[in-house]
């Protein structure tokens, strides 16, 4: 198994010889009572980031001078993530060797830390932090350990005894949906884009739960709404003080998607919670293998096919665009055929079919909404949604059309045609984001 050292050397080892002789002479013999050295148990989410402290118990007069630590860990479920700004995964702040030189080294699946000083250890707390990134390929339920391999502890070359405690990641979360996370000391009341609503005590929204778990280990129940079958659209956030928050406590507001997350407030005072809610544009279309319609209600950044499409490009087929006003149509293959492709980006106000190998999961790069209406032409037209709302279609039709009109509207996951006025058809009652519909326009 290959070992990166990153300094730990022959140099080091030199260095704390030489101290540990010297303080052998200046530094009467002390009778050593065990220690304790811990790591703790850990709840996390796909891809998130979270911080390992390893901590000891109180280590006054043991003469602690030389610390080595090997620790292993499950490298399918996280991995150490340097940090921006300190380009190292090593944390030092908050710990009680703050001062102290060290030298860390990463094997595959484990890493080692060597810390030294002049002057013995004092007191307890956090001997160091290791900051870690969970993969986003994990599921609910996952759990890896984090097990003591070496845990070390010299004074002037005479061993320490330790007892050591091993520590632990679990996954809390990973589906197709959205994740709405507060750190506490806040509630939540989240209404979807149909104005369904889940708070702590009920939920109108289909399969949608509500969790208190200790999320960031700070002794204090965190607050995280999940929502598996969430639809495109806006979603709600009302965050409402706990009965013990005070008004210079802060709350922290993180919503995952599609292995993506977002801070919607980060270390707010509960003082400034705003009156009007947060809002969050859930951005993922879910589709089937093979035929579905869908457009989108907002900007992408990129817009070309190949990136705006990015998460499902490897499972798409085809795709193909309708000109009402010209009666052309355009298209996108993956494959090498001969004809040229003429869609070259995703664009708002525009609907598109496409087919897929497979089922996926389109999540788009959202930036600004498109508001424009679209404009009708007699006879067929094939139009998007746009609106970050789920409206009645009489609603939409009053905007959008006048005289006779009929809309057709394709359930992706069904693969059945719906249709407003009905007659003989499933009857359509709401246009929804991220959907295109056929319009048929009389004269």
């Not at 951005?283 to 869908?294: C, D, E, Q, S, T």
């Amino acid at each position: 198994m290959k070992k990166t050292t990153c300094g730990i050397n022959a140099s080091f080892i030199y260095i704390y010889l030489s101290i540990s002789i010297i303080l052998i002479f200046l530094i009467p013999d002390i009778s050593k009572a065990d220690i304790d050295v811990s790591m703790p148990d850990i709840k996390s989410l796909p891809g998130e980031v979270f911080i390992l402290p390893i901590s000891i118990s109180d280590a006054t007069g043991q003469g602690i001078n030389l610390i080595e630590l090997e620790v292993g860990f499950d490298p399918e479920l996280v991995y150490p993530e340097k940090s921006p700004e300190t380009d190292t995964a090593i944390v030092r702040d908050d710990t009680i060797t703050s001062d102290w030189m060290i030298a860390a080294g990463l094997g595959e699946d484990y890493f080692l830390i060597n810390m030294l000083n002049l002057s013995p250890l004092e007191g307890s707390g956090h001997l160091v932090k290791v900051r870690f990134r969970v993969r986003d390929t994990v599921k609910f339920g996952d759990m890896g350990l984090f097990n003591f391999i070496k845990a070390s502890f010299k004074a002037n070359l005479t061993e320490v005894p330790a007892h050591t405690s091993n520590g632990s990641v679990t996954i809390v979360y990973n589906t197709p949906g959205l994740l709405i996370k507060a750190l506490s000391p806040v509630d939540l009341v989240v209404t979807d884009p149909e104005g369904k609503q889940i708070n702590k005590s009920s939920t109108e929204i289909p399969a949608a739960t509500y969790v208190e778990l200790d999320m960031n280990n700070d002794g204090e129940e965190d607050d995280i709404v999940i929502i598996p079958s969430a639809i495109m659209g806006n979603y709600n956030i009302n965050v409402i003080p706990s009965s013990e928050a005070q008004d210079d406590d802060t709350y922290t507001i993180q919503v995952l998607y599609g292995n993506k997350s977002k801070f919607l407030a980060q270390d707010q005072k509960v003082a400034d919670i705003p009156v009007e809610p947060y809002i969050f544009f859930f951005p993922i279309i879910k589709l089937k293998a093979g035929w579905n319609y869908f457009s989108t209600p907002v900007y992408l950044n990129p817009s070309n096919v190949e990136d705006a499409l990015g998460t499902i490009i490897d499972k798409v087929i085809s795709i193909w665009s309708y000109n009402f006003f010209t009666g052309i149509w355009s298209s996108y293959h993956t494959d090498d055929r001969l004809i040229p492709n003429r869609i070259n980006t995703i664009d708002p106000g525009k609907s598109y079919c496409i087919q897929m190998r497979e089922d996926g999961m389109l999540v788009l790069d959202a930036g600004q909404y498109y508001n424009e209406v679209s404009n009708l032409n007699t006879g067929w037209n094939l139009v998007s949604y746009n609106s970050s709302l789920i409206q009645p279609v009489e609603q939409v039709l009053a905007v959008l059309a006048e005289g006779n009109v009929n809309v057709f509207g394709f359930d992706n996951k069904t693969g059945k045609w719906k249709i407003y006025p009905p007659f003989n058809h499933d009857i359509l009652y709401f246009m929804k984001p991220g959907n295109s519909y056929w319009i048929y326009k009389r004269d």
